[in-house]
């Protein structure tokens, strides 16, 4: 993992393991708003955004508008950003499309971090003003990375590719019972037509109606549903059932159940991210960069 940090000396972690994998680490904050930047790291790409976001809300200031407050959720799966009232999630930044993450070290206010956005792959600018805690907030954030990048190793991270083949196959076994049960129905409607077709050209009386859970050779329609129970064995005893499909649709190929990158099961914040294992390692593998800079360059703020 490429981990930098541009302090003088690394900071140790300020919270138990236990703390951002089972539960969260809350901060309170101000929202100064987010801004697409054009690189998903840089002191001065982050400056920039600071500067534009400073003047925009100082605007909106002068126009009567407060600043909205926000909570800050974090945990190894993410950083929520959530109504203090409603507890309504605004935002939800998954730790591997978080690249940049820096604090102002003049004030103690101002943090920041870049996160790629999920739907249009963009990078935005987060800009946050805290009650002068944003080394804190960002010492957080890297020690969650930090935990979130171990466990997805450690729970088979390293299998994504494999993963994503037995995910493909499950998709296409899908499709084949999808394309079989369309097959069925056409085969039952085919039946149909040609008992009409039976009875309407035959004399009254003549025609034995056939049952209908046979096909028009007298048989049993084959069906993946249904258990192959009918023929016995060599020495006269019947095969064990087929276990139905729709007792296995929650399960992969060997049986387990659907994977979990942190736990490899059901965990308290389950994320969407069974499909999505390749672009988790390419997020990571990217890693996350800590900084401590200079935001305090605005003249309109009054604490510069």
Wanted: with cysteine; hydrophobic share 30%; net charge neutral.
């Amino acid at each position: 993992m490429n981990r930098a940090f541009s302090r003088k000396k690394d900071k140790t972690w300020m919270h138990t393991p236990e703390a951002l994998s089972k539960h969260y680490i809350p901060y309170s904050a101000k929202f100064l708003g987010s801004t697409e930047v054009e690189q998903p790291k840089g002191t001065e790409v982050v400056r920039d955004a600071v500067r534009k976001l400073k003047f925009a809300r100082h605007i909106k200031k002068s126009e009567g508008q407060k600043t909205p407050k926000v909570e800050l959720q974090i945990s190894i799966y993410g950083v929520k950003i959530l109504d203090p009232k409603t507890k309504e999630v605004q935002h939800n930044c998954q730790l591997h499309r978080i690249s940049f993450c820096a604090d102002d070290k003049t004030d103690k206010r101002i943090f920041t971090f870049i996160c790629k956005d999920s739907e249009s792959n963009k990078h935005l600018c987060y800009v946050f003003d805290s009650e002068k805690c944003a080394e804190e907030i960002t010492l957080t954030i890297g020690q969650a990375f930090d935990l979130a990048y171990r466990k997805f190793l450690e729970s088979g991270g390293k299998d994504v590719e494999t993963r994503k083949q037995i995910a493909g196959l499950q998709k296409r076994i899908q499709e084949l019972e999808t394309e079989n049960m369309e097959l069925k129905n056409k085969v039952q409607d085919l039946e149909n037509q040609l008992r009409i077709t039976q009875v309407n050209s035959s004399p009254a009386g003549s025609v034995t109606p056939k049952s209908p859970s046979t096909d028009i050779f007298d048989m049993v329609p084959f069906s993946p549903m249904s258990p192959q129970s009918s023929t016995p064995t060599r020495n006269g005893t019947q095969p064990p059932p087929v276990p139905s499909r729709s007792a296995e649709i929650k399960r992969d190929l060997f049986g387990a159940e659907p994977f979990d990158p942190f736990s490899c099961g059901a965990g308290d914040f389950p994320p969407d991210i069974q499909s999505k294992l390749d672009e988790m390692q390419e997020g990571f593998k990217m890693g996350l960069t800590l900084e401590g800079t200079v935001f305090c360059l605005d003249p309109l703020d009054s604490r510069c």
